[in-house]
């Protein structure tokens, strides 16, 4: 049994890992996940085949529920609320690991006669899964606007409280590991780190939260792989390293693709807030042009090459099947359609990718910023759809910004620029955007949705 046991061990990590390598574009991403759910399966039947498992009437209740609320709202979800749903269901993870670890600590009696080893990993697991639950639940808050997405910090006490929650919890640690079985402890443990958590997370403004989703789920990674070692369970330990190694990478080409290191992200204190200038000082009152949807079709029905750049307001209008729509009707007049999409363009990574595979959109059609950037210079018309600071050029010419030195796509670079927003709100980074005042862009006001499907209307006419 035990050989048996572990050949489906290595059957369910192959699966992971081919499974996770169709994760690298919209065509096998779906035939990914089932092959990392099936190797999911496997794995979970083998640790059930595990002699002395436990009680098996609270094994299938557990299961039970995991079904019966986590089916019900993945299949309900919108996409617009795809990130927060991503930001909860990592929650859970780290929570569950932060219980494992509390009742490991009561069933070992404080891992008396236990090896060191396993009491750091099942601490450590504690820790940050405390951290990544009640920081992904503030995650979850903001996105779902239940929490302003305004920065809430302490103002200058922040760091120092910070650093005393995290001194908290591994003093507790500490005197658990050197004997001390006293279940306060383990409560401080998960208190102080859970505190930790909710003071971490929400200084962070909007403009970091694809950051910080991938972080905490990297975090919630780590916390399983440790926990697997603690357990000695081989399917923890392979899975918790496989989220976390690719959590920490994804993470870190984020913070790239924002010019900002993850110290920064962390400290918070950035986006959300009301709109300024770029420079940081208070809003101007500069013109802008407006256009209508009639003119926007004429353009676009006259051009050689048009570029969609989507952004977080093309999913809050659910627009994604009437932008495909439009593009449609364009090829068919022989122009030349690309979407550019930036790293951090939506509110978690691959956020428009999702979308827009979602309205069947070519995935050779989808060019990353990196090689998009160098074609605007020869591309008549940009259509920006709900994007803002991925496409301020502030950040490319205004050292005052503090997006100063964040790639951005280079739509300002196009011969002609149509902006679709319902109003001149600024983006999550809380800075008015040079391009709507560029002379050479022009504004169509109103729902993304509304507006893509009258243009349609327009080129329909043509």
């Not at 995290?166 to 590991?177: D, G, P």
């Not at 979407?339 to 979602?358: C, D, K, S, T």
Request: charged residues 15%; hydrophobic residues 50%; aromatic residues 6%.
């Amino acid at each position: 049994m035990t050989d048996f046991i572990a050949i489906l061990y290595i059957i369910a990590f192959a699966l992971f890992i081919y499974g996770l390598m169709g994760l690298t574009g919209p065509r096998t991403a779906v035939r990914g996940n089932w092959i990392a759910a099936v190797g999911m399966g496997i794995a979970v039947i083998a640790t059930l085949l595990t002699p002395g498992m436990g009680n098996w009437v609270l094994i299938a209740l557990g299961v039970g529920i995991g079904v019966v609320v986590g089916v019900p709202s993945a299949r309900k979800v919108k996409m617009t609320a795809m990130p927060q749903m991503v930001a909860l269901f990592n929650g859970v993870g780290g929570g569950a690991v932060a219980l494992i670890a509390w009742v490991e600590f009561n069933s070992t009696d404080g891992y008396a006669h236990e090896p060191a080893y396993i009491a750091i990993a099942s601490l450590f697991a504690a820790i940050i899964g405390s951290i990544s639950f009640w920081g992904s639940n503030v995650a979850f808050g903001k996105l779902q606007e239940l929490i302003s997405g305004r920065p809430i910090t302490l103002g200058k006490l922040q760091q120092p409280v910070n650093l005393l929650l995290l001194a908290i919890a591994v003093v507790c640690a500490v005197l658990i590991i050197a004997g001390n079985d006293n279940e306060l402890l383990i409560i401080g443990l998960l208190v102080a780190a859970g505190i930790l958590g909710l003071t971490v997370v929400l200084p962070i403004g909007g403009a970091d939260m694809p950051v910080v989703i991938s972080l905490l789920n990297a975090f919630t990674g780590l916390s399983a792989a440790a926990m697997g070692l603690a357990l000695d369970n081989t399917a923890l330990i392979v899975a918790g390293m496989i989220v976390g190694a690719s959590g920490s990478i994804l993470t870190n080409l984020m913070a790239k693709a924002m010019n900002r290191s993850i110290p920064a992200i962390v400290a918070g204190g950035f986006g959300g807030g009301p709109a300024v200038a770029a420079g940081g000082g208070e809003k101007e009152a500069r013109p802008v042009r407006s256009t209508s949807a009639a003119d926007t079709a004429i353009q676009m029905a006259y051009a050689s090459k048009v570029v969609v750049v989507p952004g977080y307001g093309m999913a809050v209008a659910q627009a994604q099947h009437t932008v495909r729509e439009m593009a449609k009707l364009l090829e068919k007049k022989g122009i030349q359609v690309a979407y550019a999409i930036h790293p951090v363009a939506g509110r978690m990574p691959g956020h428009m990718n999702v979308l827009l595979a979602e309205a069947d959109v070519p995935y050779e059609q989808l060019k990353e910023m990196d090689e998009i950037n160098s074609e605007f210079a020869q591309t008549d018309v940009a259509l920006v759809i709900g994007a803002n600071d991925v496409t301020n050029p502030a950040a490319q010419t205004d050292p005052s910004s503090p997006i100063y030195g964040m790639p951005i796509l280079k739509v300002n670079e196009s011969r002609s620029v149509i902006v679709l927003k319902r109003g001149m709100a600024s983006g999550f980074a809380g800075i008015d955007n040079d391009l709507f005042y560029d002379p050479k862009t022009s504004m169509l006001f109103g729902d993304a949705k509304s507006s893509v499907g009258e243009i349609v209307e327009e080129l329909k006419a043509l």
